[in-house]
């Protein structure tokens, strides 16, 4: 049981990291990761969505849908239930902290397209899913488990986003060539933060 944990951790955040191995979750990613500050904001804001939506999604597919025979429409109630949740913390934090909330801007709706998200709930479902983490059989896979990795895959998220807003806020200070300013150069950090996580996967 441990070591099935342990896995969960490290695919989780790490080998299997959605932002830079899987290459989910791109557009706050590059958009909100200006600032070390809204980067955690939003990768806090994302965990939390990706918890909430998979304690939802997994009983609703294992208990509902699957007896009922109609998995078929998994991703719509998925993304109807992932809308809902995101318009819940929206209001949550236009109410808590407007300034976050101006902060976040259009990328705090955006949550909801965000693939992150449904990719998480939709992993945690799938047939191949517990022989990713380890597991001997399908049947050993439970909420615990889905969990858990929503927790870290939102984990990985945020060290992500996080690293990016550090690396961001280095290079705005540093003699950049004119033509890399901007959007060129905030890719080519993208670019060899991938190639740094890809290491994980030999793992």
């Known amino acids: 049981m441990g070591a099935t944990i342990l896995t969960i951790i490290i695919t989780a955040a790490f080998s ?9 979750g791109i557009c ?5 990761s200006k600032r070390t500050g809204s980067a955690v904001s939003m990768g806090i804001a994302v965990t939390l969505v990706m918890l909430l939506a998979t304690l939802v999604t997994y009983p609703l597919y294992q208990y509902v849908m699957k007896p009922l025979k109609i998995e078929f429409l998994e991703i719509i109630f998925f993304i109807f239930i992932i809308a809902a949740l995101v318009q819940m913390l929206e209001k949550v934090i236009a109410k808590i902290s407007p300034s976050l909330y101006k902060t976040m801007g259009i990328y ?7 693939c992150a998200i449904l990719g998480v709930a939709e992993l945690v479902i799938g047939d191949k899913f517990y022989e990713a983490i380890g597991l001997a059989e399908p049947a050993s896979m439970n909420l615990g488990y889905a969990l858990l990795y929503a927790l ?7 060290l992500a986003m996080v690293l990016m807003g550090g690396v961001r806020e280095r290079v705005e200070k540093l003699p950049v060539a004119k033509c890399l300013k901007g959007f060129p150069i905030t890719m080519v950090v993208a670019s060899f933060m991938a190639m740094a996580f890809y290491v994980f996967t030999m793992i």
């Open 16 to 24: 299997s990291n959605f932002i830079l191995v899987q290459f989910l």
């Open 28 to 32: 706050p990613f590059l958009g909100v």
């Open 108 to 114: 705090l709706p955006l949550i909801t397209t965000n």
């Open 152 to 158: 870290f895959a939102g984990v990985g998220f945020t």
